[in-house]
Protein backbone atom coordinates (compact mmCIF):
# COMPACT_ATOMS: atom_id res chain seq x y z
CA UNK A 1 0.00 0.00 0.00
CA UNK A 2 1.21 3.29 -0.83
CA UNK A 3 0.45 6.60 1.67
CA UNK A 4 0.28 9.55 -1.16
CA UNK A 5 -2.94 10.33 0.86
CA UNK A 6 -0.83 11.66 3.62
CA UNK A 7 2.00 13.25 2.56
CA UNK A 8 1.94 16.70 2.46
CA UNK A 9 3.52 20.25 3.69
CA UNK A 10 3.75 21.95 6.79
CA UNK A 11 1.03 24.66 7.04
CA UNK A 12 3.58 27.39 6.82
CA UNK A 13 5.69 27.98 4.01
CA UNK A 14 9.11 26.90 3.90
CA UNK A 15 11.03 29.76 5.56
CA UNK A 16 14.71 31.02 6.50
CA UNK A 17 14.01 33.54 9.62
CA UNK A 18 16.80 36.36 10.32
CA UNK A 19 19.87 35.57 12.09
CA UNK A 20 19.56 35.05 16.05
CA UNK A 21 23.26 35.76 16.73
CA UNK A 22 22.93 33.80 19.71
CA UNK A 23 21.55 30.52 21.59
CA UNK A 24 17.94 30.62 21.97
CA UNK A 25 18.24 28.02 24.89
CA UNK A 26 21.15 29.47 26.73
CA UNK A 27 22.16 32.39 25.72
CA UNK A 28 25.18 32.46 24.80
CA UNK A 29 26.91 34.11 21.74
CA UNK A 30 28.94 31.04 20.78
CA UNK A 31 32.85 30.23 21.03
CA UNK A 32 34.94 27.67 19.15
CA UNK A 33 34.62 25.11 20.84
CA UNK A 34 31.04 25.93 21.03
CA UNK A 35 29.81 27.28 18.23
CA UNK A 36 26.09 28.38 16.93
CA UNK A 37 24.58 26.28 14.46
CA UNK A 38 21.13 26.25 12.51
CA UNK A 39 18.04 25.55 13.85
CA UNK A 40 14.89 23.73 12.60
CA UNK A 41 11.57 24.63 14.54
CA UNK A 42 10.24 21.34 13.35
CA UNK A 43 13.20 19.00 12.55
CA UNK A 44 13.37 18.13 8.83
CA UNK A 45 13.02 14.82 9.53
CA UNK A 46 8.88 15.62 9.79
CA UNK A 47 9.57 17.82 6.92
CA UNK A 48 10.20 20.97 8.74
CA UNK A 49 10.65 23.79 7.12
CA UNK A 50 11.37 26.73 9.09
CA UNK A 51 14.69 27.25 9.73
CA UNK A 52 16.57 30.01 12.80
CA UNK A 53 20.47 30.53 11.93
CA UNK A 54 22.62 30.69 14.36
CA UNK A 55 20.06 29.96 17.15
CA UNK A 56 21.95 27.01 18.94
CA UNK A 57 24.88 26.32 20.12
CA UNK A 58 26.35 22.98 19.97
CA UNK A 59 26.04 22.02 23.63
CA UNK A 60 22.57 22.55 23.59
CA UNK A 61 22.20 21.16 20.27
CA UNK A 62 23.27 17.75 21.92
CA UNK A 63 20.33 18.24 24.38
CA UNK A 64 17.55 18.69 21.72
CA UNK A 65 18.87 16.60 19.10
CA UNK A 66 18.39 13.11 21.86
CA UNK A 67 15.08 14.29 22.51
CA UNK A 68 14.26 14.86 18.56
CA UNK A 69 16.14 10.88 17.88
CA UNK A 70 13.84 9.00 20.48
CA UNK A 71 10.55 10.25 19.11
CA UNK A 72 11.42 10.37 15.44
CA UNK A 73 13.10 6.90 15.25
CA UNK A 74 10.92 5.78 17.76
CA UNK A 75 6.71 6.26 17.96
CA UNK A 76 7.10 8.04 14.68
CA UNK A 77 9.28 5.96 12.71
CA UNK A 78 6.65 3.89 10.94
CA UNK A 79 4.43 6.64 9.77
CA UNK A 80 7.92 8.67 8.52
CA UNK A 81 8.93 5.63 6.71
CA UNK A 82 5.33 5.43 4.96
CA UNK A 83 5.69 9.34 4.30
CA UNK A 84 9.03 9.04 3.07
CA UNK A 85 10.00 11.58 5.66
CA UNK A 86 14.24 11.79 5.59
CA UNK A 87 16.04 13.92 8.12
CA UNK A 88 19.24 15.83 7.96
CA UNK A 89 21.38 12.53 7.72
CA UNK A 90 20.09 11.55 4.23
CA UNK A 91 23.07 8.91 3.78
CA UNK A 92 21.66 7.22 6.73
CA UNK A 93 19.93 4.23 5.63
CA UNK A 94 16.20 5.05 6.18
CA UNK A 95 14.36 2.13 8.16
CA UNK A 96 12.34 0.27 5.92
CA UNK A 97 11.23 -2.49 8.64
CA UNK A 98 9.61 -2.38 12.17
CA UNK A 99 9.47 -4.83 15.30
CA UNK A 100 6.53 -6.75 16.29
CA UNK A 101 6.35 -8.96 19.27
CA UNK A 102 4.47 -12.38 18.50
CA UNK A 103 2.63 -14.27 20.96
CA UNK A 104 4.53 -16.80 22.94
CA UNK A 105 8.29 -15.02 21.05
CA UNK A 106 10.04 -13.31 23.10
CA UNK A 107 12.24 -11.87 20.64
CA UNK A 108 10.63 -8.89 18.10
CA UNK A 109 10.72 -9.84 14.66
CA UNK A 110 11.24 -6.75 12.04
CA UNK A 111 8.40 -6.30 9.63
CA UNK A 112 9.05 -5.15 6.13
CA UNK A 113 6.98 -1.50 5.92
CA UNK A 114 4.78 -3.01 2.90
CA UNK A 115 3.39 -5.89 5.38
CA UNK A 116 3.18 -3.59 8.30
CA UNK A 117 -0.09 -3.09 10.48
CA UNK A 118 0.74 0.73 9.94
CA UNK A 119 -0.54 2.83 12.93
CA UNK A 120 0.29 6.27 14.57
CA UNK A 121 0.03 6.76 18.51
CA UNK A 122 0.52 9.91 20.03
CA UNK A 123 -0.30 10.97 23.68
CA UNK A 124 -3.31 12.64 25.42
CA UNK A 125 -2.35 14.51 28.51
CA UNK A 126 -4.37 16.38 30.27
CA UNK A 127 -4.80 20.11 29.68
CA UNK A 128 -1.66 22.25 30.83
CA UNK A 129 -1.89 22.76 34.88
CA UNK A 130 -1.50 26.83 34.75
CA UNK A 131 -4.81 27.10 32.26
CA UNK A 132 -6.83 24.59 34.73
CA UNK A 133 -5.65 25.52 37.78
CA UNK A 134 -4.04 22.58 38.72
CA UNK A 135 -1.84 22.12 41.35
CA UNK A 136 1.41 21.68 40.88
CA UNK A 137 3.21 18.52 41.01
CA UNK A 138 6.57 17.13 41.75
CA UNK A 139 5.97 13.57 40.02
CA UNK A 140 6.89 12.34 36.59
CA UNK A 141 4.06 12.61 34.38
CA UNK A 142 1.52 9.83 34.00
CA UNK A 143 0.22 8.87 31.01
CA UNK A 144 -3.40 6.75 31.03
CA UNK A 145 -4.29 8.02 27.55
CA UNK A 146 -2.94 7.65 23.98
CA UNK A 147 -5.20 8.51 20.42
CA UNK A 148 -4.37 5.78 18.26
CA UNK A 149 -4.82 5.95 14.33
CA UNK A 150 -4.51 2.87 12.00
CA UNK A 151 -4.14 2.85 8.52
CA UNK A 152 -7.04 1.17 6.36
CA UNK A 153 -5.57 -1.81 5.82
CA UNK A 154 -3.92 -2.47 9.16
CA UNK A 155 -6.27 -4.65 10.65
CA UNK A 156 -5.93 -7.14 7.41
CA UNK A 157 -2.21 -6.81 7.28
CA UNK A 158 -2.37 -7.78 11.12
CA UNK A 159 -4.63 -10.85 10.31
CA UNK A 160 -2.44 -12.24 7.93
CA UNK A 161 0.46 -11.82 9.94
CA UNK A 162 -1.11 -14.07 12.40
CA UNK A 163 -2.28 -16.60 10.46
CA UNK A 164 1.27 -17.01 9.10
CA UNK A 165 2.63 -17.76 12.66
CA UNK A 166 0.18 -19.64 13.79
CA UNK A 167 -0.82 -17.18 16.91
CA UNK A 168 -3.36 -15.38 18.39
CA UNK A 169 -2.20 -11.96 18.90
CA UNK A 170 0.79 -9.43 18.13
CA UNK A 171 2.18 -6.46 19.85
CA UNK A 172 3.74 -3.35 18.12
CA UNK A 173 6.71 -2.56 20.63
CA UNK A 174 7.99 0.72 19.04
CA UNK A 175 8.22 2.93 22.39
CA UNK A 176 6.37 6.14 22.85
CA UNK A 177 9.42 7.38 25.36
CA UNK A 178 6.95 10.21 26.49
CA UNK A 179 9.74 12.29 28.78
CA UNK A 180 11.42 12.92 25.73
CA UNK A 181 8.24 13.59 23.96
CA UNK A 182 7.28 16.44 26.15
CA UNK A 183 11.00 17.74 26.19
CA UNK A 184 10.36 17.97 22.11
CA UNK A 185 7.07 19.74 22.02
CA UNK A 186 8.58 22.59 24.47
CA UNK A 187 11.73 22.76 21.89
CA UNK A 188 9.42 23.12 19.20
CA UNK A 189 7.30 25.72 21.07
CA UNK A 190 9.49 28.04 22.51
CA UNK A 191 12.12 27.76 19.00
CA UNK A 192 8.89 28.54 17.27
CA UNK A 193 7.87 31.43 19.40
CA UNK A 194 11.54 32.86 19.50
CA UNK A 195 11.16 32.50 15.95
CA UNK A 196 8.45 35.01 15.14
CA UNK A 197 10.13 37.45 17.74
CA UNK A 198 7.37 37.35 20.32
CA UNK A 199 8.94 38.67 23.08
CA UNK A 200 8.57 36.76 26.39
CA UNK A 201 10.11 35.49 29.77
CA UNK A 202 10.45 31.91 28.96
CA UNK A 203 9.66 28.98 31.27
CA UNK A 204 10.78 25.81 29.07
CA UNK A 205 14.27 26.77 28.79
CA UNK A 206 15.71 24.59 31.68
CA UNK A 207 13.33 21.86 30.62
CA UNK A 208 14.71 21.52 26.90
CA UNK A 209 18.39 21.58 28.05
CA UNK A 210 18.08 18.82 30.89
CA UNK A 211 20.16 15.94 30.43
CA UNK A 212 19.03 13.32 28.69
CA UNK A 213 16.89 10.30 30.70
CA UNK A 214 16.79 13.64 33.18
CA UNK A 215 13.36 13.64 35.31
CA UNK A 216 10.89 15.90 33.80
CA UNK A 217 8.44 16.39 36.83
CA UNK A 218 6.17 19.37 36.95
CA UNK A 219 6.40 20.01 32.86
CA UNK A 220 2.90 19.45 33.07
CA UNK A 221 2.16 22.35 34.45
CA UNK A 222 3.11 24.35 30.97
CA UNK A 223 2.40 21.60 28.12
CA UNK A 224 -0.63 19.35 27.84
CA UNK A 225 -3.43 18.73 25.47
CA UNK A 226 -5.35 21.70 23.54
CA UNK A 227 -9.06 21.97 24.84
CA UNK A 228 -10.48 18.62 23.33
CA UNK A 229 -13.78 19.28 20.81
CA UNK A 230 -17.22 18.05 21.63
CA UNK A 231 -17.40 14.29 20.75
CA UNK A 232 -13.48 14.06 21.20
CA UNK A 233 -10.88 13.55 19.01
CA UNK A 234 -12.11 12.75 15.37
CA UNK A 235 -10.44 10.18 12.98
CA UNK A 236 -9.36 10.53 9.60
CA UNK A 237 -11.92 9.75 6.92
CA UNK A 238 -10.02 9.13 3.26
CA UNK A 239 -11.22 11.95 0.98
CA UNK A 240 -11.07 14.79 3.43
CA UNK A 241 -9.31 17.60 2.54
CA UNK A 242 -6.22 19.76 4.15
CA UNK A 243 -3.22 17.63 3.53
CA UNK A 244 -0.55 18.84 5.90
CA UNK A 245 1.95 17.38 7.97
CA UNK A 246 2.14 19.88 11.07
CA UNK A 247 0.57 22.55 12.40
CA UNK A 248 1.69 25.89 14.62
CA UNK A 249 -0.21 28.87 15.91
CA UNK A 250 0.61 31.15 18.65
CA UNK A 251 -1.48 33.36 20.82
CA UNK A 252 -1.52 35.78 23.83
CA UNK A 253 -3.75 35.46 26.37
CA UNK A 254 -4.31 38.19 28.88
CA UNK A 255 -4.90 38.14 33.04
CA UNK A 256 -5.43 40.78 35.38
CA UNK A 257 -2.18 41.59 35.66
CA UNK A 258 0.20 39.87 33.22
CA UNK A 259 -0.13 38.23 29.39
CA UNK A 260 1.21 34.69 28.68
CA UNK A 261 2.02 32.96 25.66
CA UNK A 262 0.96 29.53 24.36
CA UNK A 263 1.61 27.93 20.99
CA UNK A 264 -0.50 24.89 19.74
CA UNK A 265 1.10 22.36 18.28
CA UNK A 266 -0.30 19.25 15.90
CA UNK A 267 1.40 17.15 13.96
CA UNK A 268 0.27 14.75 10.90
CA UNK A 269 -3.07 16.96 11.30
CA UNK A 270 -4.37 15.11 8.06
CA UNK A 271 -4.78 12.73 10.81
CA UNK A 272 -6.70 14.52 12.95
CA UNK A 273 -4.25 13.63 15.74
CA UNK A 274 -4.81 15.30 18.74
CA UNK A 275 -3.53 19.55 19.21
CA UNK A 276 -1.12 19.88 22.21
CA UNK A 277 -1.00 23.33 23.37
CA UNK A 278 2.57 24.66 25.66
CA UNK A 279 2.55 27.78 27.69
CA UNK A 280 6.18 29.34 26.70
CA UNK A 281 6.45 32.30 28.94
CA UNK A 282 4.81 35.46 29.97
CA UNK A 283 5.07 39.77 30.43
CA UNK A 284 4.69 41.06 33.90
CA UNK A 285 4.59 38.12 36.27
CA UNK A 286 6.68 34.59 36.85
CA UNK A 287 4.43 31.48 36.03
Known amino acids: MTYKAL ?3 LDVSAHRYDEIGLCIYCGTTGSKENRLT ?4 IPSGLGGTLTLPK ?3 EECNRFTQFCEDRVLHGMLNPIRAALGARGKRRKKKRASAFPIAFEGNNVSEDIPL ?3 PLSLTMPVFERPGFLVGRKRANDEPMLDKVWTWFAPDAEAQAQRLIQERGVSKLEITHQLHIPEFIKFLAKVAHSFAVAERVKFQPVLTNLIRSPRDAAVKDALHYIGIAEEPAGG ?4 EPGQGGHRLAQMTYSN ?3 TSFTFFSVH ?3 FRILRSPTYEVI ?5 ATI
Open 7 to 9: TGR
Open 38 to 41: LEHV
Open 55 to 57: ASC
Open 114 to 116: ERY
Open 233 to 236: FPLY
Open 253 to 255: KND
Open 265 to 267: IQF
Open 280 to 284: IGSIG
